[in-house]
């Protein structure tokens, strides 16, 4: 079958550094993608990874690991407005995304 | 308007009913699609369609219908709504391609009761 985990929900303090792994097992894999969805609201796209190693794009990170199948979202300099929940996706062999149920990230003061 | 469209944002619905929800987006985007999400799971994909014309099932197809009749539009009906069904349903387009990202509407919040 076709998996993605992601941790429930992380807590983190503002300024900080907080990573959010997800793991993925599926049937090829033609790129990971990273949104992050407020409460309420529609997801939006943060970033993509096809190829192994770290892509940098202000704050946020993502990392990826096709041998192990693994990638990681890191967020520095953590803000109040961080607060969402983050949803892993996976393009599959048949190029439809494979969504993980999301991280919810708490930041506290 | 830029973007992705949809309607109605909220709605409850008696079981049994007949409803559909649109969906408009004026990017010109190849790809659409109908995802609902449900607390402690992810975006599953009911339907889809690549371009015009065209359209596939995805995880979750059944007791729903679309249709794609131009490049703008990409309406769900439910024939006959029951209660699992409560969700909230997005819509998204992509470009298409293997890399392009999907754009998301913000929603439509459905409760059968």
């Known amino acids: 079958g076709q998996n993605i985990d992601q941790p429930t929900e992380m807590t983190a303090t503002e300024g900080a550094i907080v990573q959010i792994n997800c793991t993925y097992q599926?049937?090829?894999?033609?790129?990971l993608f990273w949104y992050q969805q407020h409460a309420g609201e529609a997801p939006t796209f943060l970033s993509y990874?096809?190829l192994d190693g770290l892509e940098e794009k202000g704050r946020f990170s993502s990392f990826l690991s096709r041998s192990k199948g693994y990638s990681y979202l890191l967020l520095k300099e953590l803000q109040m407005k961080d607060s969402a929940s983050y949803l892993c996706?996976?393009?599959?062999?048949?190029?439809?995304?494979?969504w993980g149920a999301g991280t919810k990230l708490i930041i506290k003061p | 308007i830029a973007g992705i469209t949809q309607a109605p944002t909220s709605q409850i619905l008696a079981a049994g009913r007949r409803m559909t929800l649109r969906c408009t987006q004026d990017?010109?985007?190849?790809?659409m699609y109908w995802y609902r999400q449900d607390l402690g799971l992810g975006l599953r994909l009911i339907h889809y369609?690549?371009?015009?014309?065209?359209?596939g099932k995805g995880e979750v197809p059944d007791g729903y219908s679309v249709s794609r009749a131009n490049t703008d539009d990409f309406p769900l009906t439910l024939a006959s709504a029951v209660p699992s069904q409560t969700s909230v349903y997005f819509c998204?387009?992509?470009?298409?391609?293997?890399?392009?990202?999907?754009?998301f509407g913000q929603g439509t919040r459905l409760t059968v009761v």
């Open positions: 998204a387009s992509s470009p298409g391609g293997e890399n392009t990202e999907a754009f």
């Open positions: 990017m010109r985007h190849n790809a």
């Open positions: 369609s690549n371009t015009a014309g065209t359209t």
């Open positions: 599926t049937s090829g894999f033609n790129g």
């Open positions: 990874n096809v």
């Open positions: 996706a996976v393009k599959g062999s048949n190029y439809q995304l494979i």
